[in-house]
T-cell receptor, first 109, second 114 residues
Framework: KQEVTQIPAALSVPEGENLVLNCSFTDSAIYNLQWFRQDPGKGLTSLLLIQSSQREQTSGRLNASLDKSSGRSTLYIAASQPGDSATYLCSPQGQNFVFGPGTRLSVLP | DTAVSQTPKYLVTQMGNDKSIKCEQNLGHDTMYWYKQDSKKFLKIMFSYNNKELIINETVPNRFSPKSPDKAHLNLHINSLELGDSAVYFC?????????????FGNGTRLTVT
C-alpha cells in the first residue's frame, strides 16, 4: 500500500525566498507524480506532472524533480510571493491514486 | 467552460437522509474518480471508473454507491447519512489511468450532516 509523507507540514517564509517542499512515497511502481495546490475552501489546481521516465518539470517559478527509485519528489518555488500561499499536495500515481497530507505554505509580504 | 463540474456546491442535510452529488466532465476523459477530504484535510480516493466500469473501490461503506450512466458522468449516492459523512467530496477525471495523464479536479461539494 502506498504511503506518502510531506515535509514540512507547514512553512512560513518572507516574500522573495526560494523554498523546497518535499514528498516521499513508499511504492516506486508509479507512472506519474503530480503536484497540486489547494487554496482554502477551494478545489485542487494542478501545478506540474512528472512522468515516471522524467527527472523534472518546470513551469514558471516552479520546478519539480522526481527520483522514483528513492521514492522522493521535491517542489522548488523560486522568489516566493504572497499569492503562493496555499496548501501543496503531491500525488504519486500508480495502481492507486493517493495524496500526501500536504504542506501549508504562508508567504508573508 | 468548466472542465469538471460538481453539483451542488454545498449540501446540508439531516442524519438518515439519502442524497446525491452529481459530477460531469467535458474533457472527453475515460476515467473518473471520487475523493473524500475530511476535516483534517486528508484526501482519500473512494472510487474510480474507467469507461463506466468500476476499477477502484476502496474501503467505503456500502451506503455509498457510485453510478456512471456514461463516461462523462459519475454520480455519488449516499444512503442513510451519518454525522461522520460530513466532508468535502471531490470529483476528478483523467484521460486514462496511465503515464502522462494528469488528474483534473472539480471544485468540491461540502456535505454537512446534522
Amino acid at each position: 500500500k502506498q504511503e506518502v509523507t510531506q515535509i514540512p507540514a507547514a512553512l512560513s517564509v518572507p516574500e522573495g525566498e526560494n523554498l523546497v517542499l518535499n514528498c516521499s512515497f513508499t511504492d516506486s511502481a508509479i507512472y506519474n507524480l503530480q503536484w497540486f495546490r489547494q487554496d482554502p475552501g477551494k478545489g485542487l489546481t494542478s501545478l506540474l506532472l512528472i512522468q515516471s521516465s522524467q527527472r523534472e518539470q518546470t513551469s514558471g517559478r516552479l520546478n519539480a524533480s522526481l527520483d522514483k527509485s528513492s521514492g522522493r519528489s521535491t517542489l522548488y518555488i523560486a522568489a516566493s510571493q504572497p499569492g503562493d500561499s496555499a496548501t501543496y499536495l503531491c500525488s504519486p500515481q500508480g495502481q492507486n491514486f493517493v495524496f500526501g497530507p500536504g504542506t501549508r505554505l504562508s508567504v508573508l509580504p | 467552460d468548466t472542465a469538471v463540474s460538481q453539483t451542488p456546491k454545498y449540501l446540508v442535510t439531516q442524519m438518515g437522509n439519502d442524497k446525491s452529488i452529481k459530477c460531469e466532465q467535458n474533457l472527453g476523459h475515460d476515467t473518473m474518480y471520487w475523493y473524500k477530504q475530511d476535516s483534517k484535510k486528508f484526501l482519500k480516493i473512494m472510487f474510480s471508473y474507467n469507461n463506466k466500469e468500476l476499477i477502484i473501490n476502496e474501503t467505503v461503506p456500502n451506503r455509498f454507491s457510485p453510478k456512471s450512466p456514461d463516461k462523462a458522468h459519475l454520480n455519488l449516492h449516499i444512503n442513510s447519512l451519518e454525522l461522520g459523512d460530513s466532508a468535502v467530496y471531490f470529483c476528478a477525471s483523467s484521460q486514462t489511468q496511465g503515464v502522462g495523464s494528469p488528474l483534473h479536479f472539480g471544485n468540491g461539494t461540502r456535505l454537512t450532516v446534522t
